[in-house]
Structures are given as C-alpha cells and as structure tokens.
C-alpha cells in the first residue's frame, strides 16, 4: 500500500455547488475576506461574521459530494490515503474518507473565544448570546487569516512520508498550505489536477491534469494505475 497525500483546496467542492474563492474575483461569496474572515472582521462586525457562516452552515446542508470526493474516499482500498484540506466543507467525510485534516477549520465546528481548546459539533445558527461552558461567546471554527494554523506541523510531517503526492483544486496562494508541497520527498510523483493549475518551484516529477476535479480523477486513475 504506498501512502497517497492529498491536499485539496476549494475548487474540489466546486462542481458540487461551493464557490471557490478566487474564482470569484478574490470575494468569499461576495464579501471582502477580510470582512468575514479574519478576528478585525470578527470584531468590527461580529453580527455580519456569524450570519456569513451560518448562511454557509446552510448551504452545506443542501450540497453533497461530487464524484471527485468519492474517488478520494475509493482509494483507500488500496492506498494508505491522507487528506489534507483547506476546505471548510464536510464533504469528504461525507464520501467516506476517513482520514481528514483540516487546516482551515470546519463549517460544522464551533469553539470558545476564550478557551480555544473547547471546541463543539455545530449544525444550526450560532448567534450572540451562545456561550461555551465557560460562559464566553462561541466562534466559528475556522482558522482566519493572520490566524495560527495549528495542524501544520501534524500535515507537514504527514507530507514528509508521502509516496505519492496529489494536489486537486487549490490556487496555491494561501500560505502556509501551499507551502506543503516543498515537504514532499523529491523523487515521488506528484499530481496537480486544476483547470487553471499555478505552482511556483521546480518539480521534475510533478504531472499537471488541467481539468475540473470530477473528470482529472479519471485521469490520475489511470496514472496510479501505472505507478
Ligand atoms: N468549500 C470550502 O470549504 C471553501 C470554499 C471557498 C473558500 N474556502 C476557503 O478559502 C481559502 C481558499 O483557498 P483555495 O486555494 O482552497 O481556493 P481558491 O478559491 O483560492 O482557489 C480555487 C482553485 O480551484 C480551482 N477550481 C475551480 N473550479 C474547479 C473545479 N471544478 N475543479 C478543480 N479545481 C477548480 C481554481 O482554478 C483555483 O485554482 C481556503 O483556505 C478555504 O478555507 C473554502
């Protein structure tokens, strides 16, 4: 079984209904990312950060994986598989993958704004006035910009050991998970499905499919069954 890193970004989701960010003109479903998504946008206005997520809370109860996150959750009978997402998005649990981090947090997570290490499954609306048990406001669990991605460390050394290294839908501009890919032993294969793939570096082994996720699977299916 060789061990497959998968690092997946927004544009997975997409044919499933998720808007990807900078798809849209650099706006997260037509807000400034930092209005919604960073502790000043918290603070400035934290009535309009709370309906952002719950709004998206909403549509992620309405959207179902796609093709591309089924394959994933596939290839774990014959491959030890890792994910690795940026995503926010429960959609590949819900495929079946059973071995996700997620960097940026999750849509279905809440957590304590004074005790991050409380953390809460979340399906509803959170509103002001939700406490977490130690009666300070809850947040949403994800990680904002300027924010510490404190998984890093667990995906790098997850990255390290990689056989195979797959990247699927991400612009590789949010840092530090586009830097993931420097971890990957040079002599591996690394695949980079995206319609408009951009990576930065030099990779001798790196094959690029540019293709949406749904139909470059069935390409990099063929290539793993190659390797
Ligand atoms: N689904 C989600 O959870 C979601 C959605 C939007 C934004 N975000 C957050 O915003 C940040 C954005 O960074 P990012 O790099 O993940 O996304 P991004 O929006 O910066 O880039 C999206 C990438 O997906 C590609 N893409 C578009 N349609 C595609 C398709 N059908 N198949 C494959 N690729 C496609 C684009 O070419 C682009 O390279 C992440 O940190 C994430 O947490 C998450």
Redesign the pocket.
Known sequence: MSKIVIL?????????G???????GGL??GHD?MEV?SPEGWHANTGLVLDFYNQ?RKQLLEVQPNK?HYFLARLEKDHEVHII?????D?HERAGSSNVLH???E?LKVRSTKNPTLVYPWTGDLSLGDLCEERSQLRPH??WFGEEVSLMDQAIASCLEAEIFVI???????YP??GLIQYAPKNIPIFF??????VSGNYPNLKIIP????S?VEILEIYLSTL
């Open positions: 997946t970004g927004a544009g997975i989701s997409a044919e499933s998720i808007k990807t960010f900078r798809d849209a997260w479903e990312v998504a998206r591309a997402t940026q995503n926010v998005d959609l960097l940026h947090g849509l994800i990680v699927i839908g991400t612009s590789m501009q949010v998970a586009a499905i995206d319609p408009k793939p951009s293709e949406k996720a749904q470059g």
